[in-house]
């Protein structure tokens, strides 16, 4: 059995960026909705497929994981059971792992995939989402930020274990620790959660008096992030474990931060490329000239203005914009040049205009007289 290519699947590169594989992603899975190709099992497999390949690359440990490993660690025979829900793909479990959650157990530690030898309950920390605004130019250099925000941490006093250390929890007696109970129905076996212990499989005889016994607490935390320089606004960070911490020592959730770029007085972003507006006087217009413009950066560049220059001209100065994602590419500044008519003339100023246009011929305007032209047909 061949390793399945999920770079491939999601037709992008392997260094593709998590905003890249999130946008071919969310194409690929439009072209392939099975409410779009009705009965068509080709459709219907890919995209399966394509959502197969985006649970794992998605997420950058699995993505990780799978760069080690292929994709034979994470097939888990599930995938095409999900039947008539095509959004039903369970992903990662660690009783579908067999003997590779060995494998991701050394790698991630148990916080993961909780530890197998014990059936307790986890209950993971829910995934915070955290909206941070940096301007235009942090967003082409990158910057970092303090976030500070209030959560459920690891209790410092019980360690997160819920219970105070001198009165170890016993085993429940109603289900022997297992956390669940099996009753038995003719053929049936219904598993259920254990009442008594409500799924610990321990009884605390001494819930910890500062957490009272959850293994979390609120409390004010302070984080330190970097903000890649050519994040897109609306971009998504994803910071593991800094989210609220599990209930009773189970796994932390997600920290995910939602990057906002305020709008640039100068700059306005199209594509990777920042696009400015300068006006110049009509007689540079005419005579022709040189002016002067500040990128993004605060390096000024010199754009000869030829003579005869036309309102709307656009000027591409290279590799001056918005960065690439995780990319030494640059796009560029494009500088739209328009003609500013001089208002507010002397009387002296306005004589001299009115020679100038006694002395104009169709040969000054050209398109003006194309224009009258073509009107005159109609
Ligand atoms: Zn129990
Ligand atoms: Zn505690």
Same mark, same amino acid.
């Given at each position: 059995?061949?390793?399945?290519?999920?770079?491939?699947?999601?037709? =992008?590169?392997?260094?593709?960026?998590?905003?890249?594989?999130?946008?071919?992603?969310?194409?690929?899975?439009?072209?392939?909705?099975?409410?779009? &190709?009705?009965?068509?099992? #080709?459709?219907?497999?890919?995209?399966?497929?394509?959502?197969?390949?985006?649970?794992?690359?998605?997420?950058?440990?699995?993505?990780?994981?799978?760069?080690?490993?292929?994709?034979?660690?994470? @097939? %888990? *025979?599930?995938?095409?059971?999900?039947?008539?829900?095509?959004? *039903?793909?369970?992903?990662?479990?660690?009783? %579908?792992?067999?003997?590779?959650?060995?494998?991701? $157990?050394? /790698?991630?530690?148990?916080?993961?995939?909780?530890?197998?030898?014990?059936?307790?309950?986890?209950?993971?920390?829910?995934?915070?989402?955290?909206?941070? #605004?940096? %301007?235009?130019?942090?967003?082409? #250099?990158?910057?970092?930020?303090?976030?500070?925000?209030?959560?459920?941490?690891?209790?410092?006093?019980?360690?997160?274990?819920?219970?105070? %250390?001198?009165?170890?929890?016993?085993?429940?007696?109603?289900?022997?620790?297992?956390?669940?109970?099996?009753?038995?129905?003719?053929?049936?076996?219904?598993?259920?959660?254990?009442?008594?212990?409500?799924?610990? *499989?321990?009884?605390?005889?001494?819930?910890?008096?500062?957490?009272?016994?959850?293994?979390?607490?609120?409390?004010?935390?302070?984080?330190?992030?970097?903000?890649?320089?050519?994040?897109?606004?609306?971009?998504?960070?994803?910071?593991?474990?800094?989210?609220?911490?599990?209930?009773?020592? @189970?796994?932390?959730?997600?920290?995910?931060?939602?990057?906002?770029?305020?709008?640039?007085?100068?700059?306005?972003?199209?594509?990777?490329?920042? !696009?400015?507006?300068?006006?110049?006087?009509?007689?540079?217009?005419?005579?022709?000239?040189?002016?002067?413009?500040?990128?993004?950066?605060? &390096?000024?560049?010199?754009?000869?203005? @030829?003579?005869? #220059?036309?309102?709307?001209?656009?000027?591409?100065? !290279? @590799? =001056?914009?918005?960065?690439?994602?995780?990319?030494?590419?640059?796009?560029? /500044?494009?500088? $739209?040049?328009?003609?500013?008519?001089?208002?507010?003339?002397?009387?002296?100023?306005? *004589?001299?205009?009115?020679?100038?246009?006694?002395?104009?011929?169709?040969?000054? &305007?050209? !398109?003006?007289?194309?224009?009258?032209?073509?009107?005159?047909?109609?």
């Amino acid at each position: 059995m061949g390793s399945k290519d999920y770079y491939a699947i999601l037709g =992008v590169p392997k260094n593709a960026s998590s905003d890249d594989i999130k946008k071919s992603y969310r194409k690929l899975v439009l072209k392939y909705h099975p409410d779009k &190709n009705p009965g068509d099992k #080709t459709a219907e497999e890919k995209f399966k497929e394509i959502n197969e390949a985006y649970e794992v690359l998605k997420d950058d440990q699995k993505r990780a994981a799978y760069d080690r490993y292929g994709s034979d660690a994470f @097939s %888990n *025979g599930s995938s095409s059971s999900s039947g008539d829900n095509p959004f *039903g793909f369970e992903g990662f479990s660690a009783g %579908n792992f067999g003997d590779f959650s060995d494998i991701f $157990e050394q /790698m991630f530690g148990d916080s993961i995939f909780g530890t197998r030898s014990n059936s307790r309950h986890q209950q993971p920390g829910a995934d915070i989402r955290y909206d941070v #605004t940096i %301007n235009l130019r942090e967003a082409c #250099t990158g910057t970092h930020k303090t976030l500070k925000y209030t959560t459920f941490v690891r209790c410092d006093l019980c360690s997160g274990r819920g219970y105070d %250390n001198k009165y170890t929890p016993t085993a429940c007696p109603n289900c022997g620790g297992r956390g669940s109970v099996r009753t038995r129905n003719g053929f049936l076996t219904i598993e259920q959660t254990c009442q008594q212990c409500g799924g610990q *499989g321990s009884i605390i005889s001494h819930p910890c008096r500062k957490c009272s016994g959850s293994g979390r607490i609120k409390d004010d935390k302070r984080i330190d992030i970097s903000i890649p320089a050519g994040i897109e606004s609306g971009g998504q960070i994803r910071i593991p474990n800094e989210g609220e911490a599990g209930y009773m020592g @189970s796994p932390n959730g997600n920290l995910y931060v939602v990057v906002n770029i305020l709008p640039h007085d100068v700059f306005k972003l199209e594509g990777h490329d920042l !696009k400015c507006t300068v006006y110049i006087p009509m007689t540079t217009a005419i005579l022709g000239g040189n002016i002067s413009v500040t990128d993004i950066d605060g &390096n000024s560049h010199s754009i000869n203005i @030829s003579h005869g #220059t036309q309102t709307g001209t656009q000027v591409r100065i !290279k @590799s =001056v914009g918005m960065p690439y994602y995780q990319s030494s590419r640059r796009g560029d /500044m494009l500088v $739209e040049i328009i003609v500013e008519t001089p208002i507010d003339l002397t009387s002296q100023q306005r *004589g001299i205009i009115e020679d100038f246009q006694r002395q104009c011929t169709t040969k000054n &305007n050209p !398109k003006t007289q194309a224009t009258q032209d073509k009107f005159s047909v109609l």
